[in-house]
């Protein structure tokens, strides 16, 4: 089971801010997300989608949640506005950015449990959790 966060930056500013994070975060994963949770299901995929002076997604928060059966693999984007980072500190983007992630999870586990995917939703909570924990500190 793996757990990956890309993104697409609609700022250099913003590339350089939320890269590290999102770097940050793949690590963590990487380190925490080592169950089997689901029966088939082998990727989460969540985007960050970044706007700015190049590009502006017109939205904010989880979107485009998807459920592939041939690729075995979920996805969702989580879009920041730019009024949310532009001007945001450090410890307030990481909390944006965790609070934003959960909100996907929470998403993923509702459309999971109604696929009958989720098999170990204890141990993926307790996980993300934990993953999230160490983001933050």
């Not at 913003?14 to 999102?22: E, K, N, R, T």
């Not at 299901?41 to 502006?56: E, H, L, N, P, Y």
């Not at 997604?57 to 693999?73: A, D, I, P």
């Not at 996980?127 to 160490?134: G, L």
Request: net charge neutral; proline share 1%; with cysteine.
């Amino acid at each position: 089971m793996e757990i990956q966060i890309s993104g697409q930056y609609g700022d250099p500013q913003a590339d350089d801010i939320f890269w590290p994070m999102q770097k940050k975060l793949n690590d963590y994963f990487k380190k925490y997300i080592v169950g089997e949770y689901f029966k088939s299901i082998t990727k989460i995929a969540i985007v960050f989608r970044v706007s700015g002076k190049i590009w502006d997604f017109k939205s904010q928060g989880v979107e485009n949640l998807r459920y592939s059966k041939k690729t075995k693999t979920l996805t969702a984007d989580l879009v920041f506005s730019q009024s949310q980072w532009l001007n945001a500190d450090l410890n307030e983007l990481s909390e944006m950015i965790a609070q934003g992630t959960l909100q996907c999870f929470e998403l993923m586990i509702k459309k999971t449990e109604k696929l009958g995917e989720l098999i170990q939703k204890e141990s993926l909570l307790s996980d993300i959790e934990k993953t999230i924990s160490e983001f933050m500190h």
